[in-house]
């Protein structure tokens, strides 16, 4: 019985570390030259199961699977940086051209600097 109950606590934790999202430090808010900064409640790779069923209904093609993919992405005003906050990833991504269904080529960046 103790097996099974660490066996289950085990699981639970994994799936929930797998599941938080991590904040990683990236390139000043100041220095996306792209367009808006992002704030993506996802953030993946192109390769991922998600990302390319996703382009495959929306008939995207992409050549290079080697860059990140926001998904479900809002723009945030660099100017008053302390009344916006992003509360999932916020990015600085190469093509925003999908009305913030999804964002192509994104690097975190950091809102604090």
Same mark, same amino acid.
Do not use: R
């Given at each position: 019985?103790?097996?099974? %109950? @660490? &066996? $289950?606590?085990?699981?639970? %934790? @994994? &799936? $929930?570390a797998t599941a938080t999202p991590v904040r990683r430090t990236g390139i000043p808010?100041?220095?996306?030259?792209t367009g808006p900064v992002?704030?993506?409640?996802?953030?993946?790779p192109a390769s991922s199961t998600a990302v390319t069923t996703l382009f495959g209904l929306l008939g995207i093609v992409l050549q290079n699977l080697n860059v990140d993919v926001g998904l479900t992405c809002d723009p945030i005003s660099v100017i008053g940086i302390g009344s916006n906050s992003c509360n999932a990833q916020a990015v600085c991504c190469e093509n925003n051209s999908f009305h913030g269904l999804v964002a192509i080529g994104c690097t975190p960046v950091d809102l604090s600097l």
């Open positions: 019985m103790q097996f099974k %109950l @660490a &066996t $289950l606590a085990t699981v639970a %934790l @994994a &799936t $929930l808010a100041s220095q996306c030259t992002q704030c993506c409640n996802s953030v993946q």
